[in-house]
């Protein structure tokens, strides 16, 4: 494996992706306030951010409007309320999950919308289905990238083969790695990665990363991936994101070295936002229950469970989550 | 460099070391209860830990004996009222600081005392003295250690030179490296790693790991120094230490392979111990103020005192942190 870039110097390819609105709101449900998101944008736009995923685009026949905030669906007149016509220099992102998507009635053509990129979830087992929504997202206009979750409990096979496939027939710019369940250690990133790369270069693809905190390895992982090519970088701000949270945009600001990206108007919102919002009760980050389900290899559904009733009979927990009855 | 060991295997020259009493010691003044202390032993013993450090061997000459908790001194008595004769696989260690220690009068024969293990901390500027202590303590009859300190802010020819020395002339068994600021990327721990165990081996001895978690990075340095041949392994109860902490003792036993590790005793003793300490206000942990320290490779004192006045006040911290005037 070889390295790119090296500590002191800065590689053009690489981008940062502001998630806190979207993985945040998995822990909020998506009830940010106004405020919050139009000083997000703001702080994003200042330092230099590349992407900001204002939510999910979630098919309104799945999810009721109702029980939902609004960045769950991420209509196209609410995101304009905050950017306008977005005159910057930072791109729009929204994420689609594949079957919980209608894509063909709510991604309009791209000439019509202030978005400019969508990325389209999917499972290994929904592949065909992921190309089939890349291809027509891309169609419409819009940068389009492909992340394949839950890869730590998929055989190595089935994955080469779903790269293969992506990046041969998908019109995805960016093939992400995500480590789904917070389960893996750099030197499997790092494997990872290289595997991804190689596939994604040859179809002159980028590579991107989305970790989970769950072994404190979220930031630790992004950076090393980043060091053997990975380009595009998810972070949310304090980590905010489903349970363990993710890769700290504070940390990454303070990794990279490209000297477009700032790191006071991210520390101004984190202390303006974040710090209130976690007095406010709104809980994420890295915790023994997760750290259990990281090592594990699970989905962090008990741990958050377990995190909701205040739980802290740890040895119980792990007791339950490792038993094979 | 070469990986030692892969994910499913183990190596039998793994040491875990337990650190909570002693850099814990550094967040609460060494004023751990009974209780406490006694659960600790215990869990390090069910868990298969291999040395518990009890605190410092600390000057009554330098420091009043009121002004710290026991564990600052180490007292033969106070050990024994714990361990007895310590009749168990654990291995009991203390640290003893260059120019902070009566060696000569409070390093008593091996034969007399319970203590298996003396740590020494140096400076790269007190190496002479290092090794003079090390070789006082080697010849009582102790396994010795040395931790070289703040070698992040040392030049890379005066730090070989220090380890040349140290593997040549003294009688340690065992080389800490030791990131003091938690400012080293997992890609510098490795070449470091790869330096220290280089030059140790040449004479037969070891290298160990003491991180520090200021950038969510301590287990992800000390798992990579592992993986590269690192045996010595710092670690404590839920991260406890001096600012932003140290290496999870509960995700390094849930990342070593070696079946004598059981991580139950750990969980139990989090949830009975870590999580009212921590109720109690007792405050350690990765949080704003020390990323920025450590990215600034500063020793962490200023955030410690940022977190003491309850700040929140990032940005202004970060201009303080990072003005030349």
């Known amino acids: 494996m070889e390295q790119k870039g090296e500590l002191v110097s800065f590689r053009p390819d690489i981008k940062v992706v502001d998630c806190t609105l979207r ?36 098919s309104k026949e799945v999810f ?76 419409m206009g819009y940068e389009v990238t492909i992340n394949i979750m839950a890869i730590s409990t998929a055989s190595e096979n089935e994955l080469d083969l779903a790269l293969e496939l992506l990046a041969a027939q998908s019109k995805a710019s960016v093939i992400y790695l995500v480590d789904s369940y917070g389960s893996l250690y750099p030197e499997q990133i790092r494997r990872l990665a290289d595997k991804y790369i190689r596939i994604a270069e040859k179809y002159g693809k980028r590579v991107g990363i989305h970790a989970h905190n769950n072994q404190q390895l979220a930031f630790a992982n992004t950076i090393e991936a980043c060091t053997i090519g990975v380009s595009y970088l998810d972070v949310t701000m304090s980590g905010m994101g489903r349970g363990a949270g993710n890769c700290y945009t504070e940390l990454l600001m303070g990794f990279l070295r490209n000297p477009k990206y700032r790191i006071s108007p991210v520390l101004k919102f984190i202390e303006n936002h974040m710090v209130p919002l976690k007095k406010a009760g709104v809980v ?6 997760y750290m259990i389900t990281g090592n594990a290899n ?24 490792t038993s094979y009855e």
Chains 1, 2 share one sequence.
């Open 64 to 139: 009721k409007v109702e029980d939902y905030g609004k960045w769950k669906f991420c209509d196209e007149k609410d995101i304009r309320a905050i950017v306008g016509d977005n005159d910057t220099d930072l791109k729009i992102s929204v994420m689609a999950d594949v079957g919980r998507t209608d894509y063909k009635k709510d991604i309009i053509p791209k000439s019509e919308s202030v978005i400019d990129m969508v990325r389209v979830a999917t499972y290994i087992n929904t592949i065909p289905a992921a190309i089939e929504m890349i291809n027509y997202c891309a169609d």
């Open 23 to 58: 993985d945040g709101g998995l822990v909020n449900n998506f009830e940010f306030s106004e405020d919050f998101v139009r000083d997000l944008y703001k702080a994003n736009v200042a330092a230099g951010v590349d992407y900001m995923e204002f939510g999910y685009k979630a």
């Open 298 to 321: 699970q989905h962090p559904r008990t741990a958050i469970a377990f995190t909701g009733e205040g739980r802290t009979d740890y040895d119980n927990f792990y007791t339950q989550i």
């Open 284 to 289: 994420w980050g890295c915790d023994v229950q």
